[in-house]
């Protein structure tokens, strides 16, 4: 009995449908309203009105140009980011590459582990140190929801949370609604005075976090395997109708790579996905902007979570600060298991050391409880973490910009001129900003 193969155009329709393809990108999505962006939306609506609007419009334009670039590198290659440097890389370039991820890794990790015991703290009191524990066990069982019931699952669970952080996030507008005029006015690029510089530098710098571009080439390389396993069983059971034929486990494990024009289609999808959830995303984040812009205009203390906190209650009222409560402490959630899941995907790809998630999860917890446990100011905590990610953004960055252009990897699905010069501005762009922000970072 010869095997059905992916090639026929029906079944290669059947398996890009567009449905069964979103949810990576909304998993990588939760990298851009972390806790981490909190404070930063905040603080800017609240000093300069709508004046940096224009700024997060910029910021997602250069992250779903980032994103689908890393999402099109795990479905045209069926490998991720960091499985195609381990394969370029000698053992010591990859332990050494490793270590600056894996301390990316751990940095977004405090970053958000913090996060959400600020929001346990706001919410219900809890102390820190015993809010990022319950953060981190929470966190620990949506990590055994993806290894017991696959990615899909774990999917729908994490834009489960992306949901919930979006109506606590939003829910102010609602109550009192901002300026139209004033947000049209706002999308004109403009500064006001060095501060408004330095906070649009902070806020397009901080466009593109390197765990989400190592995880995206995870999530859609996976998603395409996924698919055509899903698709081979069916073609199988179909041809195996009528006769005593079994469709077992080993006929649908390594299914073929996808035939040019399925890869088409596939990368069709992909950008749909990516640009349905990086539109999500930045709607969030200028959401939050436009809250403070039309609430908490000349406030002081939003640069950290408290105080932002703090003043929505006192201008909108509890029950708006409780929702924005309920949004951080589901941004906290579900950032560090995307953060957790990060991690070990680097670590298997540059390492070829595949460790468990929740084994993952309890490593990577440790050094945010114990910072916790110092007493150490949470918003200064933040600022570190926001710090280490700016150090690894070129080696995510530069490589996913590289590669994607590689005509023998890609073939005719490599980058053509116009996307190559884009991606070369957005990299170096992003890491121009990094680099000036560690600069004013260190000199004060």
């Not at 095997?3 to 398996?15: F, I």
């Not at 919410?123 to 820190?128: I, R, T, Y």
């Not at 069709?268 to 609430?295: C, E, K, P």
């Amino acid at each position: 009995m010869s095997r059905p193969t992916l090639d026929r155009p029906a079944q290669g329709v059947r398996h890009a449908r567009l449905v069964t393809l979103l949810g990576p990108a909304f998993v990588a999505a939760i990298a851009y309203v972390d806790p981490g962006n909190v404070a930063a939306n905040l603080t800017a609506g609240a000093r300069f009105g709508y004046l940096l609007v224009w700024v997060l419009v910029v910021a997602n334009v250069m992250a779903v140009l980032v994103q689908y670039l890393s999402a099109k590198l795990g479905v045209v290659t069926g490998r991720s980011l960091p499985e195609v440097l381990g394969e370029r890389l000698s053992r010591r370039g990859r332990i050494a590459y490793w270590a600056q991820a894996e301390v990316v890794a751990m940095a977004t990790d405090v970053a958000e582990v913090i996060g959400g015991a600020i929001a346990l703290h706001l919410l219900f009191g809890v102390p820190l140190v015993l809010g990022g524990i319950i953060t981190g066990v929470v966190s620990m069982l949506v990590l055994a929801v993806q290894q017991r019931r696959g990615q899909r699952v774990f999917e729908t669970v994490v834009t489960s949370m992306l949901g919930v952080l979006t109506v606590g996030f939003c829910a102010g507008l609602f109550f009192s609604p901002p300026d139209l005029g004033a947000v049209l006015g706002g999308l004109v690029p403009r500064l006001d005075g060095p501060e408004s510089v330095l906070l649009a530098a902070s806020m397009l710098g901080a466009t593109v976090m390197p765990h989400a571009i190592y995880l995206h080439s995870s999530l859609a390389r996976d998603r395409v395997r996924h698919d055509a396993r899903v698709e081979r069983r069916h073609a199988l059971a179909a041809g195996a109708e009528g006769r005593d034929d079994v469709v077992g486990e080993d006929d649908v494990a390594v299914p073929g790579p996808p035939s040019p024009p399925v890869i088409r289609r596939l990368l069709t999808a992909t950008r749909w996905d990516v640009v349905a959830a990086l539109v999500l995303a930045g709607s969030v984040n200028i959401a939050m902007l436009l809250l403070a812009a039309a609430n908490l205009p000349g406030r002081t203390g939003t640069d950290s979570i408290e105080g932002a906190h703090a003043a929505i209650e006192s201008s909108l009222g509890p029950a708006v600060a409780v929702l924005f409560g309920v949004g951080l402490l589901a941004s906290g959630l579900a950032s560090t298991s995307v953060g957790a899941y990060a991690g070990a995907e680097i670590m298997s790809g540059l390492l070829h050391v595949r460790v468990s998630l929740l084994a993952r999860r309890l490593v990577t917890l440790v050094p945010a409880i114990v910072l916790l446990a110092t007493g150490v100011s949470p918003t200064w905590l933040l600022v570190v973490s926001q710090v280490v990610l700016s150090f690894g953004i070129p080696f995510a960055m530069v490589p996913l910009v590289r590669i994607t252009r590689d005509a023998g990897l890609f073939g005719g699905f490599r980058n053509g001129l116009v996307t190559q010069l884009a991606a070369w501005a957005v990299a170096a762009v992003i890491v121009a900003l990094n680099v000036a922000l560690l600069w004013l970072t260190f000199t004060g």
